[in-house]
């Protein structure tokens, strides 16, 4: 007769519950399985998959990384405000909402997608959580303005192209302490490279080396702009398991009114490339 067996092992969502809640930050994991599921970190019936995997280590570092920068608002601010822009189905936002600003019990999360269905899904799956602290604006990030212009910390992951510049726009429009970019495919620097002379031609004269220094220098132009309106900035690798060109995490958190010195850099890399990409509109004549 066969021996009865353990129900882990016969039962895989139980068998991978003891592995992600192991690992999910949260004194009740359980509580965020109808919303991992939702949000595809788990499967449908609970369990682990390569790709939910993937997520799953993606998730916890990032909130690893975020988690420091949102306790100090926690404790500098009675209500601070998140806004995650080119949201997307808001995972990060959920994430960060259910494992930081719900045990809180303060602080709010905004997402800003343009895709209204997406937008629909993401107000649905906070009433079912019972996140009455998270938002959402079906708009442009360029037309978006949250309720008395304040949003203390602004995430863009992997939003694409320009809409990484829309973001810090938007950031430095509702005066930001921090913002947390993951820039995603870039284009328009290596559009204006092409044909561009001078003395460092070499450096984008073939197109796969013209895109790939293209958005290498938006991200380096992205940081002094940032630095130029008083943050200070850490870049540093996002995923290891992630393409190298979307898996720069550019962290900026600010301390001054602004730095005439990271000023004078962007101007000189300017000149020295001979571009001036759109961003460079949030620069003071
Ligand atoms: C690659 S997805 C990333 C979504 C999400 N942040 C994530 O990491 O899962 C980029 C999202 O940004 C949205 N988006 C792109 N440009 C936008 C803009 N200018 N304003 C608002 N949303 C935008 C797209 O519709 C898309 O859902």
Redesign the pocket.
């Known amino acids: 007769m066969n021996k009865p067996q353990p129900k882990s092992a016969k039962d895989p969502a139980a068998r991978d519950f003891e592995t992600w809640s192991k690992l999910w930050p949260s004194e009740t994991p359980g509580k965020s399985a109808p919303l991992l599921k939702a949000l595809h970190i788990l499967t449908r019936e609970g369990t682990l998959n390569a790709d939910s995997r993937r997520k799953l280590t993606q998730v916890l570092h990032l909130t690893q990384m975020l988690r420091p920068a949102l306790t100090d608002l926690l404790k500098d601010d009675a209500s601070p405000v998140l806004a ?6 808001s ?2 936002g959920f994430i960060l909402y259910d494992l930081i600003f719900g045990p809180a019990g303060r602080g709010s999360v905004t997402g ?4 209204e269905p ?1 937008v629909e899904s993401s107000r649905a799956l906070a009433a079912s959580s019972g996140f009455d602290r998270m938002s959402f604006i079906a ?4 037309e978006a303005t949250l309720p008395g212009g304040k949003a203390d910390m602004v995430t ?5 192209d320009t ?1 990484t510049d ?1 973001a810090i726009r938007f950031a430095l429009k509702h005066e930001a302490k921090v913002i947390a970019l993951v820039p ?1 495919c870039q284009a328009e620097v290596a559009r204006l490279l092409d044909g561009q002379t001078g003395p460092l031609r070499q450096l984008w004269r073939h197109p796969i080396q013209r895109r790939e220094f293209g958005a290498h220098v938006t991200n380096v132009i992205r940081g002094l702009v940032l630095e130029a309106h008083g943050y200070k900035v850490r870049v540093t690798e996002f995923t290891g398991l992630e393409h190298t060109m979307k898996n720069e995490l550019i962290l900026a958190e600010r301390h001054q009114r602004g730095n005439a010195q990271a000023r004078g850099e962007l101007n000189r890399l300017i000149d020295q490339l001979g571009v001036k990409p759109a961003l460079l509109d949030v620069m003071p004549a």
């Open positions: 995650d822009v080119g949201a997307g189905k995972y990060l800003i997608e343009t895709r997406l708009a442009p990030i360029a863009a992951l992997h939003a694409c809409a829309d995603c």
